[in-house]
């Protein structure tokens, strides 16, 4: 594929707000987890909260938009002067030819979690300001964002489980590449809510500490929220040089929520975003793992990454820093490779202390320096879905 320029970056994360906060944790070595705050979910886990969501509901026009999810959308795309980039491409291209493409796996759920509780003990019936289509609709973060920037090309949300807004990127590029639009505002936005928190729960996987990928005794994940946004311009200046260069996408369906033990569809997605970028494996500088922090997933990936890269490239996994930010995971991990590539340093794998002496991975611990010219991104879901992002210089 031709590299695709990316010409503006935003976050928000439990990291902080903007990329400039990501990247000045990722260097001081301070995590974003915290003990679980979160409403009154009473799980004993650690979370990557975005703090003042409460206090900051939506106001004006888009105020029937209101939800976490929305909120958070918002304060994503008021980061890193994203919101005046997008209205300068917009200015070049046409409003009608900028999509958006929005990863989420839940959306506005929370909505409707509380909504639930406010039934009607009689009848059942939820409450009547409940708006589907603006809430906890799982376009309803996408339009949200398209209205938010006065866009009118292209709109769609992927969900996908935890490679959601990995393949928004993707879509993306096929949207450009098939001349539907010229650009593109491609992101990930996740917030917290009972249904994952409770369903991991269930599933066993929450840690009772700060996850640790990779770790040797690494027991579960840690849920995160975020919002993170990417501008893709055909032919636009690239912001410090950076452009997608390939994505890769693959779907093992080996289970429904494990992934097949030596990660043959890691594997496919990694060596299919290779060949779409021309890249061969040794031209790549940096891997950021999916790296959950369970002990299957990371065993499959280790499996899979030691199968098309060998032990000689620098990884690590970001989720120790944000949490697993599930459908937002994608965007947001795209977004601190790209932070790695434009400020030169390798992010560290935080909390993790012992690198499962099993794996032949070379994982590293502490985020240091480290010129870079090609970086790849994991995103790896439920029912095998998977997706690689590769970025570098345009």
Same mark, same amino acid.
């Given at each position: 594929?031709?590299? %695709?320029?990316?010409?503006?970056?935003?976050?928000?994360?439990? %990291?902080?707000?903007?990329?400039?906060?990501?990247?000045?944790?990722?260097?001081?070595?301070?995590?974003?987890?915290? /003990? &679980?705050?979160?409403? @009154?979910?009473?799980?004993?886990?650690?979370?990557?909260?975005?703090?003042?969501?409460?206090?900051?509901?939506?106001?004006?026009?888009?105020?029937?938009?209101?939800?976490? =999810?929305?909120?958070?959308?918002?304060?994503?795309?008021?980061?890193?002067?994203?919101?005046?980039?997008?209205?300068?491409?917009?200015?070049?291209?046409?409003?009608?030819?900028?999509?958006?493409?929005?990863? +989420?796996?839940? !959306? *506005?759920?929370?909505?409707?979690?509380?909504?639930?509780?406010?039934?009607?003990?009689?009848?059942?019936?939820?409450?009547?300001?409940?708006?589907?289509?603006?809430?906890?609709?799982?376009? =309803?973060?996408?339009?949200?964002?398209?209205?938010?920037?006065?866009?009118?090309?292209?709109?769609?949300?992927?969900?996908?489980?935890?490679? =959601?807004?990995?393949?928004?990127?993707?879509?993306?590029?096929?949207?450009?590449?098939?001349?539907?639009? @010229?650009?593109?505002?491609?992101?990930?936005?996740?917030?917290? #809510?009972?249904?994952?928190?409770?369903?991991?729960?269930?599933?066993?996987?929450?840690?009772?500490?700060?996850?640790?990928?990779?770790?040797?005794?690494? @027991?579960?994940?840690?849920?995160?929220?975020?919002?993170?946004?990417?501008?893709?311009?055909?032919?636009?200046?690239?912001?410090?040089?950076?452009?997608?260069?390939? #994505?890769?996408?693959?779907?093992?369906?080996?289970?429904? !929520?494990?992934?097949?033990?030596?990660?043959?569809?890691?594997?496919?997605?990694? /060596?299919?975003?290779?060949?779409?970028?021309?890249?061969?494996?040794?031209?790549?500088?940096?891997?950021?793992?999916?790296?959950?922090?369970?002990?299957?997933?990371?065993?499959?990936?280790?499996?899979?990454? !030691?199968?098309?890269? *060998?032990? /000689?490239?620098? #990884?690590?996994? +970001?989720? *120790?820093?944000?949490?697993?930010?599930?459908?937002?995971?994608?965007?947001?991990?795209?977004?601190?490779?790209?932070?790695?590539?434009?400020?030169?340093?390798?992010?560290?794998?935080? &909390?993790? /202390?012992?690198?499962?002496?099993?794996?032949?991975?070379?994982?590293?611990?502490?985020?240091?320096?480290?010129?870079?010219?090609?970086?790849?991104?994991?995103?790896?879901?439920?029912?095998? !879905?998977?997706?690689?992002?590769?970025? *570098?210089?345009?």
């Amino acid at each position: 594929m031709t590299p %695709l320029p990316i010409t503006a970056l935003a976050l928000a994360s439990a %990291l902080g707000h903007g990329t400039g906060a990501a990247a000045k944790a990722m260097r001081q070595g301070r995590a974003g987890l915290r /003990r &679980n705050d979160f409403l @009154d979910s009473a799980l004993d886990t650690w979370i990557g909260r975005v703090p003042g969501l409460e206090e900051a509901p939506l106001r004006g026009e888009l105020a029937h938009f209101d939800c976490r =999810s929305n909120r958070l959308a918002q304060l994503g795309l008021q980061q890193d002067g994203f919101e005046a980039a997008v209205a300068r491409a917009a200015a070049r291209h046409g409003a009608q030819r900028i999509g958006v493409f929005i990863g +989420t796996s839940s !959306s *506005g759920i929370l909505e409707a979690e509380l909504a639930f509780r406010q039934r009607d003990p009689a009848t059942g019936a939820l409450p009547a300001a409940l708006g589907f289509r603006e809430t906890y609709n799982l376009f =309803s973060v996408s339009s949200f964002v398209q209205l938010r920037l006065g866009l009118n090309g292209p709109c769609c949300t992927v969900s996908s489980a935890c490679a =959601s807004s990995a393949k928004a990127f993707a879509a993306a590029q096929r949207a450009i590449a098939a001349g539907l639009c @010229d650009a593109a505002v491609v992101g990930g936005v996740e917030t917290l #809510c009972f249904t994952t928190l409770q369903g991991f729960a269930a599933l066993e996987l929450l840690s009772r500490l700060p996850c640790r990928p990779f770790d040797a005794e690494r @027991d579960g994940i840690s849920i995160g929220e975020a919002a993170a946004f990417a501008l893709l311009e055909k032919d636009g200046q690239a912001g410090a040089g950076l452009a997608l260069l390939g #994505c890769g996408e693959s779907a093992d369906a080996f289970h429904m !929520s494990t992934p097949h033990p030596e990660g043959l569809g890691a594997a496919r997605a990694m /060596r299919a975003a290779l060949r779409a970028a021309g890249l061969q494996p040794q031209e790549v500088d940096y891997l950021n793992l999916h790296g959950t922090g369970t002990r299957n997933n990371d065993t499959a990936e280790n499996a899979a990454v !030691s199968t098309v890269f *060998g032990e /000689r490239l620098a #990884c690590s996994a +970001t989720k *120790g820093w944000t949490g697993h930010t599930l459908g937002a995971a994608g965007a947001v991990e795209a977004v601190l490779s790209l932070l790695a590539l434009r400020d030169g340093f390798v992010p560290g794998t935080a &909390n993790t /202390r012992r690198a499962d002496p099993q794996f032949g991975i070379r994982l590293a611990l502490e985020t240091a320096p480290q010129a870079l010219r090609n970086a790849m991104s994991n995103s790896f879901g439920f029912g095998g !879905s998977n997706c690689s992002l590769l970025f *570098g210089r345009a």
